[in-house]
């Protein structure tokens, strides 16, 4: 999860590398530093806690060095402080690395560099790794050149040997005081690019750190390792194989990750959901379709290969997307009529359901990074693909990455449209995630014939009209939900309740009250509430309570009902102008409304709003919540 950047070229190192860890800091928060070459020594500052801090410590030292690396940390071996920062140095402080992961064997190797005479500083996993290149570097000096798989270049040779003894999932980017004209970067089961200037070269775990200088990016893969000198880049294997690479440019604008006024990343991301929902829409639904068409409403661009022989599926995702897998699973079992199953992918990988043929599995991730979620795919593939004949994987990604792992993993790929997301706690990508789900639904129920071509059409007919109705959301709730915030100050615990395709949300519901503003909140499905979690609700719990027109409806007012007889205060998020709704609530969220089929779509929008304005209003930093990153890498 923690963010790298690195450098090398002629400017001024030290600015472009703190330009781009800000671009990171999603990634984590916990710390940060820099480590660059000048006169023959390795010159590190870091600092704990935010990137700020380090700002301010590098604020008045002239640093002139032309080349270095940066990280952003978070925390998952040793504390947050100031000494188990990265970089990290080797006992003798000529070699510096930054790691995104985790190095699994640190232990067995910290002991056998121990014996050494190595001294070790910190209780992270990473301080291995310069140590263990410096071990292997003074072994490739006594060696004959002639005898290394690299002879070209000492220090990489060394690191090639030292990532060889590596074990996990791991992205690393070294420099060395002994070898000031090369960085190299590694990468193993994490993600890490390199970025090609005029006369300059970049590395960076994720493209925007990268955007304001150059557009021409190499995304290096699963064991490899990059050589970055003022001349170009070269790139290996582990075994030390020259390869050969292709960079791509990107389309990115770096003004679409700047805040445009905004008080809060999340804020504009909000704002931003009816361009994504359309530009979904706009991507996958094929204009001017009727019933009388003789094609599918829905192009996805798969090949037909990718709906043949579906008879189940399941899916792997963590956190809001697993929330989004909910929401397919919905819809995909009652439109398409196909047997869903939805997994945490952090559990599946340890227990896999037993395998089934002609069965498709889904992962989620808006990075296209999830460890877990890759790891889910990458087993399902292996463990199918060991079977042969009816068991033959097939792996579909819905991702918001395009460029990312899933597309190294998945056969095939749902591109979700949603443009860079920088708040950590997921808005505009989630929505996109459940448009993606409705239009895979829909296609499969044209191929499938599950549902009349008229019921088809009218589906479509009302989606085209989702982005207007989230417009109408933003336009008349915002100010109302900022005032409803200030009653919620102090409160300590929610509880969100929602039934059918409006479950997933009310747990959506949660987990954004709960990332952002710190309270304590919990959703269940609302006939659930009576089975036990009622024994919660006083007068200082408050319910949330998602009641649509359709087939619960009536339920879900019915279990509002019991909370409010047990003198908790009730919101409702309900249609405009219900007046059955309004008698039940003490306050009001209306949306537009629609179907319930298509309700989840509308109904996430004011959820979103309530986390953010109590946050907001409790002070806390919206966009970088505690103890959270937004890729998260390691497992």
């Known amino acids: 999860m923690c963010g790298i950047v690195g450098y090398i070229g002629t400017q001024a190192a030290s600015g472009i590398l703190l330009e781009g860890l800000r671009k990171l800091e999603y990634r984590g928060y916990d710390s940060a530093g820099i480590a660059t070459l000048w006169n023959g020594e390795i010159h590190r500052v870091r600092a704990k806690g935010k990137l700020q801090n380090l700002q301010e410590k590098l604020e008045g030292l002239h640093l ?43 232990r067995e190797l910290r002991e056998q560099l121990k014996a050494k005479g190595y001294v070790f500083y910190s209780e992270t996993d990473t301080e291995v790794v310069p140590n263990l290149i410096a071990d292997c570097l003074q072994q490739v000096l006594a060696e004959p050149a002639a005898t290394n798989v690299l002879p070209k270049s000492a220090f990489l040779e060394a690191v090639r040997r030292a990532v060889n003894a590596l074990e996990g999932a791991f992205a690393l980017a070294i420099v060395s005081a002994d070898y000031p004209g090369e960085l190299v970067t590694v990468r193993q089961q994490a993600p890490l690019s390199i970025g090609f200037g005029q006369g300059e070269y970049f590395c960076a775990s994720d493209t925007p750190a990268m955007v304001a200088h150059t557009r021409t990016v190499l995304t290096l893969e699963n064991g490899e390792i990059g050589r970055l000198t003022p ?56 204009s001017d379709w009727t019933a009388d ?131 950590v706690a997921a808005t505009k990508t989630f929505t996109a995630q459940l448009v993606a789900f409705y239009c895979l639904a829909l296609d499969l129920a044209y191929r499938r014939r599950t549902l009349p071509l008229e019921r088809l ?43 059918g395709i409006n479950f997933p949300i009310a747990l959506e519901g949660a987990l954004k009250l709960k990332e952002i503003s710190y309270i304590h909140a919990e959703g269940y499905p609302a006939g659930e509430m009576k089975h036990g979690p009622i024994a919660l609700l006083d007068a200082k719990v408050p319910v949330v309570a998602i ?12 279990n509002a009902q019991e909370a409010k007889a047990r003198d908790a205060r009730l919101i409702g998020v309900t249609p405009m102008d219900d007046h059955e709704a309004q008698e039940v609530f003490d306050d009001l969220l209306p949306v537009p409304e629609v179907e319930e089929l298509l309700s989840p779509l509308l109904t996430v929008i004011p959820l979103q709003f309530l986390a ?18 937004k890729s998260v890498t390691v497992e």
Request: charged share 20%.
């Open 64 to 106: 002139p060095a032309t080349v270095g690396i940066g990280h952003t940390r978070w925390a998952t071996h040793g504390r947050p402080e100031e000494h188990n920062a990265h970089p990290h140095t080797d006992a003798s402080e000529r070699i510096a690395v930054v790691q995104n992961g985790i190095i699994e064997n640190y």
């Open 231 to 286: 001349t170009g880049v070269e790139v290996y294997s582990f075994a030390g194989e020259r390869l050969r690479k292709t960079p791509k440019t990107l389309n990115w604008n770096p003004i679409l990750v700047e805040k445009q006024g905004f008080k809060h990343f999340m804020l504009k991301e909000i704002y931003e959901q009816p361009g994504v929902v359309r530009a979904c829409l706009e991507a996958y639904l094929n």
């Open 293 to 423: 068409s003789s094609c599918s409403p829905i192009n996805l661009g798969l090949a037909d290969a990718f709906f043949a022989d579906i008879e189940q599926i399941q899916i792997v995702a963590c956190g809001t997307s697993w929330h989004a897998g909910l929401v397919g699973k919905y819809l995909l079992e009652q439109i398409a009529e196909i047997p869903t199953q939805v997994h945490y992918a952090s559990e599946f990988r340890y227990a896999p359901t037993p395998l089934t043929p002609h069965t498709l599995t889904i992962g989620v991730t808006q990075s296209g990074e999830t460890a877990d979620t890759l790891s889910a795919l990458d087993m399902e593939k292996r463990r199918r693909a060991d079977m042969g004949g009816k068991f033959q994987p097939k792996l579909l990604g819905i991702t918001n990455r395009l460029d990312s792992t899933i597309a190294q993993v998945a056969d095939y790929l749902l591109n979700t449209h949603a443009g860079i997301e920088i708040g």
């Open 457 to 499: 059409e009218q589906i479509v007919l009302e989606l085209r009209q989702i982005p207007a109705q989230v417009e109408s959301i933003l336009e008349v709730q915002e100010r109302y939900v900022e005032q409803l915030a200030h009653e919620f100050e102090e409160t300590q615990d929610f509880i969100f309740i929602g039934r």
């Open 547 to 558: 009641a649509m027109p359709g087939l619960v409806f009536e339920k879900v007012l019915s």
């Open 612 to 629: 953010y304005h109590i946050a907001a209003r409790r002070g806390l930093d919206v966009d970088q919540p505690r103890n959270l990153a």
